[in-house]
T-cell receptor
Framework: QKEVEQDPGPLSVPEGAIVSLNCTYSNSAFQYFMWYRQYSRKGPELLMYTYSSGNKEDGRFTAQVDKSSKYISLFIRDSQPSDSATYLCAGGTSGSRLTFGEGTQLTVNP | NAGVTQTPKFQVLKTGQSMTLQCAQDMNHNSMYWYRQDPGMGLRLIYYSASEGTTDKGEVPNGYNVSRLNKREFSLRLESAAPSQTSVYFC??????????????FGPGTRLTVT
């Protein structure tokens, strides 16, 4: 079993929709969590960083972490075609390593 | 700031050939990482360097070697390339130290094909 599980999609939504992307993880030692956005043929770009449980909001993006259920989510409000990308979740402990999910491919249709 | 840079962007090798992938960061980060990304497998850690002068194996180190040349540069070497090493390779860096910051920043990647 992978330490971080993520549905690879693909997920296709109309412009303006609210998008919910989700991951589960099995390592209870994870303390911090990240979401990366990766455009086609580019490197991953850090989108959101959260420490422990709770919510973090940045513009149209909200990251949620529920450590009790080992569930992490990314919500995108008013989705735009420019949000079309692969979204990677990741978890890490206080050490230096991150463990990534497989990534979910999102397409926002105009 | 250029952030994390990688060279080359593309490379085609024949089985058995060797090559070195170069990575440099100008953010004064302490830790550096090499990942490979394959369809259906996500990002997998090959090797990392928590600080200058140290290197450690990641999840998939076989067939690779690394050198932390200085604080800025971290190279990945394939001594005898195999078709199974066809992948996209990403370098990343993290500030680490006493900052409490854990975010990793990625380079643009190197697309490697081994025939």
């Amino acid at each position: 079993q992978k330490e971080v599980e993520q549905d690879p999609g693909p997920l296709s939504v109309p412009e303006g929709a609210i998008v919910s992307l989700n991951c589960t993880y099995s390592n209870s030692a994870f303390q911090y969590f990240m979401w990366y956005r990766q455009y086609s043929r580019k490197g991953p770009e850090l989108l959101m960083y959260t420490y422990s449980s709770g919510n973090k909001e940045d513009g149209r993006f909200t990251a949620q972490v529920d450590k009790s259920s080992k569930y992490i989510s990314l919500f995108i409000r008013d989705s735009q075609p420019s949000d079309s990308a692969t979204y990677l979740c990741a978890g890490g402990t206080s050490g230096s390593r991150l463990t990534f999910g497989e990534g979910t491919q999102l397409t926002v249709n105009p | 700031n250029a952030g994390v840079t990688q060279t080359p962007k593309f490379q085609v090798l024949k089985t058995g050939q060797s090559m070195t992938l170069q990575c440099a960061q100008d953010m004064n980060h302490n830790s550096m990482y090499w990942y490979r990304q394959d369809p259906g497998m996500g990002l997998r850690l090959i090797y990392y360097s928590a600080s200058e002068g140290t290197t450690d194996k990641g999840e998939v180190p076989n067939g690779y070697n690394v050198s932390r040349l200085n604080k800025r540069e971290f190279s990945l070497r394939l001594e005898s390339a195999a078709p199974s090493q066809t992948s996209v390779y990403f370098c990343a860096s993290r500030i680490a130290g006493t900052s409490g910051r854990n975010e990793q920043y990625f380079g643009p990647g190197t697309r490697l094909t081994v025939t």
